[in-house]
Every structure is written in structure tokens, then in C-alpha cells.
Nanobody, 115 residues
Framework: QVQLVESGGGLVQPGGSLRLSCAASGSFSFSLYTLRWYRQAPGKQRELVATITSNGGTNYVDSVKGRFTISRDNAKTTVYLQMNSLKLEDTAIYYC????????WGQGTQVTVSS
């Protein structure tokens, strides 16, 4: 049974930083999976925020480019999202996703940006 568990969310002031982690466990080849971070704000659709492929290639939604960085540690079966210069509009539940032939989701972690 594959499990993804996010952590690192919380309350932060505008301009602050947070680092989200998503630890994977279970029997699957983590290093071969494409990993993504999504977010969903209240009343809005889930949005793809960042992607990292098995080869380490990355992609970001325009609204977070230059502020967020996705990375992975295959030895620790963990994917990270470093979020800097946070804005009010970054407030959302953040979910990690692992996809290859199968697809797995974490339960989400709340990020609240507020003064």
C-alpha cells in the first residue's frame, strides 16, 4: 500500500517562507515517478503548482515562478516544495501527487498566508 504524507504547512505572514515535505512509503519505485504539488483554495478548483520528473526536470505555474522550488530526494523517498515570498493568494491546501502508471495522492497540508 503506497502512502504519501505531507507536512510543513502552517500560518505565515506575507513575505515569509515555508517548506513542505511529502514522504512516500510502500512498495513502489519512487525514483521513476513524476511528482507534483497541487493546491486548492476555498471555492476554487485544484491547481497544479509544480512538477518534477524522474530525470529532475521541473515546471511551475506562472504565479509561483521565481518563488517556489520543487525538489526530490529519492533516497528518502521525499518530495519538497520550498515556498518563499509567500503571498495572500498562496493560501490553500497543498497536496502532493505521484504518478507513473498508477497515481497516488497525499491527504493535504494547510498553508495560510495572513498578516
Amino acid at each position: 500500500q503506497v502512502q504519501l504524507v505531507e507536512s510543513g504547512g502552517g500560518l505565515v505572514q506575507p513575505g515569509g517562507s515555508l517548506r513542505l515535505s511529502c514522504a512516500a512509503s510502500g512498495s513502489f519505485s519512487f525514483s521513476l515517478y513524476t511528482l507534483r504539488w497541487y493546491r486548492q483554495a476555498p471555492g476554487k478548483q485544484r491547481e497544479l503548482v509544480a512538477t518534477i520528473t524522474s530525470n529532475g526536470g521541473t515546471n511551475y505555474v506562472d504565479s509561483v515562478k521565481g518563488r517556489f522550488t520543487i525538489s526530490r530526494d529519492n533516497a528518502k523517498t521525499t518530495v519538497y516544495l520550498q515556498m518563499n515570498s509567500l503571498k495572500l493568494e498562496d493560501t490553500a491546501i497543498y497536496y502532493c501527487n505521484a504518478q507513473r502508471f498508477a497515481e497516488y495522492w497525499g491527504q493535504g497540508t494547510q498553508v495560510t498566508v495572513s498578516s
